[in-house]
Nanobody, 126 residues
Framework: QVQLVESGGGLVQAGDSLRLSCAAS????????MAWFRQGPGKEREFVAA????????TYADSVKGRFTISRDNAKNTVYLQMNSLNPEDTAVYYC???????????????????WGQGTQVTVSS
């Protein structure tokens, strides 16, 4: 089993930055791909970003390209999401997910991830 714990959410103003963290524990050797998803009020869960084990491959949703950066520190079993130029449309609960090897297309689908965190709220005011 793998446990994921997110942190770093909060209330910010439009244009601000925020960094989310996701700490993994347990059988982390089974993890290859880690990702962030989000679910806004009244919306379905959507893919945000994903990163491979060696950080050599990243994938981003079009809505966050150029503003968000995903990274990971394998020594700390932690993945980060640096979010810049936030806008109210980014308001959501952000979830960390972990899974096995996933190709570029597969990593955007939440159903392909085995483990999920409890989520952290990000609220962006205008």
């Amino acid at each position: 089993q793998v446990q994921l714990v997110e942190s770093g959410g909060g209330l910010v103003q439009a244009g601000d930055s925020l960094r989310l963290s996701c700490a993994a524990s347990g059988r982390t050797s089974n993890i290859y791909t880690m990702a962030w998803f989000r679910q806004g009020p009244g919306k379905e869960r959507e893919f945000v970003a994903a990163i491979s084990w060696n950080a050599g491959s990243t994938t981003y949703a079009d809505s966050v390209k150029g503003r968000f950066t995903i990274s990971r520190d394998n020594a700390k079993n932690t993945v980060y999401l640096q979010m810049n130029s936030l806008n109210p449309e980014d308001t959501a609960v952000y979830y960390c997910a972990a899974g096995y090897f996933l190709g570029d297309a597969a990593r955007t689908r939440g159903s392909n991830y085995r483990y999920w965190g409890q989520g952290t709220q990000v609220t962006v005011s205008s």
